[in-house]
């Protein structure tokens, strides 16, 4: 194999490839760090680098895989990326900003150290925007971002180099996490596969227990990739009371959703949306039909006030997280992160409460329409993506020659985590005109997800994508270079 063919197989072939000893960890693991050093640098998409130390894991992996009678974990020589924002105990743990640059990590989050004990190896540290504010991947202790598709976008954020290294080749797997869409963003943006689980069904860190718009889940190229690191992740945990005692286990083969009942929502009832998106979502649209589902416009009816809900809660956590820090820190973080916390201030306690009421009123509308059908299906983005260095504060987004919101206004995601029991996936839907992938979400019954995951399976089947010689890849395309 090549190394261009190494570095996108799935984990699933690799693991079949190290049982059947065709394959090393090592051998993976290098031609990892020499894809690295090709094209790391053109899209920015890691922190700390883990190289040496993965090859020496590779070499135990190895061992165990030459041993006859071993017994091997789920994950046993797999690379992955860590999100920058994720605490690896003993490891700097710098949250991409340079308030805690020196800080050393005094726990490990639940569901990374669960990948890591599954066998999983880690290759680096991915890029987020800083402290997860921004939804394209920008701060100032790393720099910015860029889509391996267009280098001139955003990977999206705030779960963007996890995105963008996996389109690139960089690593199989990685994991995200998702208060506002920072998973489905840059899965969306990138082409590849990511799963928002309901609350509760993969633990928290100590911070974020009973925080219901937080969660954290796998990316990856292939559905059933994040399927293997699903089941890995998930699960009762000691540590967080609201992890779900029922065990569910993901699917990762494909079978029929033949006579399923899919609704379509193209702008959830007040969103503006780029039309090479709406082309990408009917195109999904009839993927299901020719999968034998029953397809069905629907008017969801929710109104800007979704919108409402979320920026309060979300804006008002900002606050309390870095309000303190600001007087000293000002001048060391993006002035968007100083902005987002300034107008988190701003908000009282019966803002923050008026958001329940709404969040309300958003169920009451999607309950009888997932009551009749297995899932909704609606656009991940209004737009393919916004330029790498945009502010989700000054700068401007114009979609169908109306200027949107710029923070969110181009995102159908955080609805979803105000309603933080439905699970939600991105699949890819197409490539847009400026070369940038689109995405929809598939969204569940509160906590079905296994449904979630047999329609994106048969949905990956019937319409493949990131697979080389067969599908669209990204070309670091650079339109601001001159030939």
Known sequence: MTTSELCYLS?????ERFRARTLSPVELVEALIVRHEEVGARINATTILYHERALKLARKAEERYARPGARLRRLEGVPVMIKDLHPIKGELN?????IFAQDVATDTLPTVERLLRAGAIPLARSTSSELGIPTVCTGALWGVTRNPWNLAMSSGGSSG??????????????DGSDFGGSLRI??????????????????????????SYLHYGPMSRSVADSALMQNVMSGLHPHDLTTLRERVVVPHQAGSIKGWKIAVSMDLGYKRVDPDVRRATRHAAQVFRDLGC??????????????????????????????????????????????DVEEGRTFT?????????????????LSPILSRHNLLLCPTLALPSV???????????VIEGQRVEPYVGWCLTYPFNSLGQLPVASV???????GVPTGVQLVGRPFDDVSVFRAALAYEAAFPWLRPGKTPMPDFRDPNLRC
């Open 11 to 15: 984990a699933h072939e690799a693991l």
């Open 94 to 98: 710098p949250q991409s900003c340079r």
């Open 161 to 174: 180099g996890s995105g963008a290294a996996l389109a690139a080749g960089l690593t199989p797997i990685a």
């Open 186 to 211: 840059p899965a969306s943006a990138c082409g590849v596969f990511g799963y928002k689980p309901p609350f509760g069904r993969n633990p928290q860190d100590r911070g974020g227990v009973f925080e």
């Open 294 to 339: 029953t397809v069905e416009d629907v008017d969801l009816g929710w109104t800007a006030e979704t919108f409402r809900a979320w920026e309060v809660r979300s804006k008002t956590l900002v606050a309390h997280m870095l309000g303190p820090y600001l007087p000293r820190w000002r001048h060391e973080l993006l002035k968007d992160s100083v902005r």
């Open 349 to 365: 306690i019966d803002d923050l409460l008026d958001g329940r009421p709404i969040r309300a009123a958003m169920w009451m509308k």
């Open 387 to 397: 330029p790498a260095d945009h502010s989700i504060f000054d700068d401007e987004v």
């Open 428 to 434: 890819p839907s197409g490539v847009a005109a400026n």
